[in-house]
C-alpha cells in the first residue's frame, strides 16, 4: 500500500507565499510524475503544476511565473512553492503521484491521491 501526505497548507494574505510538500511512503518502488491538483468549491479539480521523475515541469497557465514545483526523489517528496499568492487560489490543494510498485516479477503502475490541504488567500 502507499500512503501521501500532504502539509504545509494554511492561511495567506494576497501577495503572501506557502509552501507544500507531499511525501509518499509505502510499498514504492519507483514514481513516475507527480503533481498538484486543486478544488475550489463548486469547481471541478484542475492540474496546478506536474513533475516527471527527470524533472520536467508544466504548469497551469493561471500560476505560471508564480508557483514552482520541485521534487526530492530521495525521500519520495515533492514540494510547492506558492508565492504572490491571490484569492483565487483559495482551494483544497491535492497531491498525486503515479507509482509503480513490484511484486513477484511484475511491476504494477496506479495513481494515488493525498488528502488535500486547505489553502486560503485573503484580499
Known amino acids: 500500500q502507499v500512503q501521501l501526505v500532504e502539509s504545509g497548507g494554511g492561511l495567506a494574505q494576497a501577495g503572501g507565499s506557502l509552501r507544500l510538500a507531499c511525501a509518499a511512503s509505502?510499498?514504492?518502488?519507483?514514481?513516475?510524475?507527480m503533481g498538484w491538483y486543486r478544488q475550489a468549491p463548486g469547481k471541478q479539480r484542475e492540474l496546478v503544476a506536474g513533475?516527471?521523475?527527470?524533472?520536467?515541469?508544466n504548469y497551469a497557465d493561471s500560476v505560471k511565473g508564480r508557483f514552482t514545483i520541485s521534487r526530492d526523489n530521495a525521500k519520495n517528496t515533492v514540494y510547492l512553492q506558492m508565492n504572490s499568492l491571490k484569492p483565487e487560489d483559495t482551494a483544497v490543494y491535492y497531491c498525486?503521484?503515479?507509482?509503480?510498485?513490484?511484486?513477484?516479477?511484475?511491476?504494477?503502475?496506479?495513481?494515488?491521491w493525498g488528502q488535500g490541504t486547505q489553502v486560503t488567500v485573503s484580499s
Open positions: 498525486n503521484a503515479r507509482v509503480g510498485t513490484a511484486s513477484k516479477m511484475s511491476l504494477t503502475w496506479n495513481d494515488y
Open positions: 509505502g510499498s514504492i518502488f519507483r514514481i513516475n510524475t
Open positions: 513533475i516527471t521523475s527527470g524533472g520536467s515541469t
